[in-house]
């Protein structure tokens, strides 16, 4: 049973950094990503950043390219999501999500239960 759980977030000013943290258990062998998303009020969740689990390769939203970076540790199974530079529409409940494949090749999603980030103006 795959488990995401996610923390670190809070309420800070425009400028302000954070350091989300999301601890996953019972990865399986076949994990292949690792991502954060977020969902603002009102609106959908959107992708803001991945990590292939084996291979580390990193890809970001356009709006939090040169402010967030994404990083991993494989040997606690935990993803961070460093955010600097924050601004009041960054905020939103923050997701982590992981990919694991099948051996059909689809992918399985699982996800955590969010922590919420306030950036006050």
């Known amino acids: 049973q795959v488990q995401l759980v996610e923390s670190g977030g809070g309420l800070v000013q425009a400028g302000a950094s954070l350091r989300l943290s999301c601890v996953a258990s019972?990865?399986?062998?076949?994990?292949?990503?690792m991502a954060w998303f977020r969902q603002a009020p009102g609106k959908e969740r959107d992708f803001v950043a991945g990590?292939?689990?084996?291979?580390?390769?990193?890809n970001y939203a356009d709006s939090v390219k040169g402010r967030f970076t994404i990083s991993k540790d494989n040997a606690k199974n935990t993803v961070y999501l460093q955010m600097n530079s924050l601004k009041p529409e960054d905020t939103a409940v923050y997701y982590c999500?992981?990919?694991?494949?099948?051996?059909?090749?689809?992918?399985?999603?699982?996800w955590g239960q969010g922590t919420l980030v306030t950036v006050s103006s």
């Open positions: 019972g990865l399986p062998s076949s994990t292949y990503a």
């Open positions: 990590v292939t689990w084996s291979g580390g390769h990193k």
């Open positions: 999500r992981t990919s694991t494949t099948t051996p059909d090749s689809s992918l399985n999603y699982y």
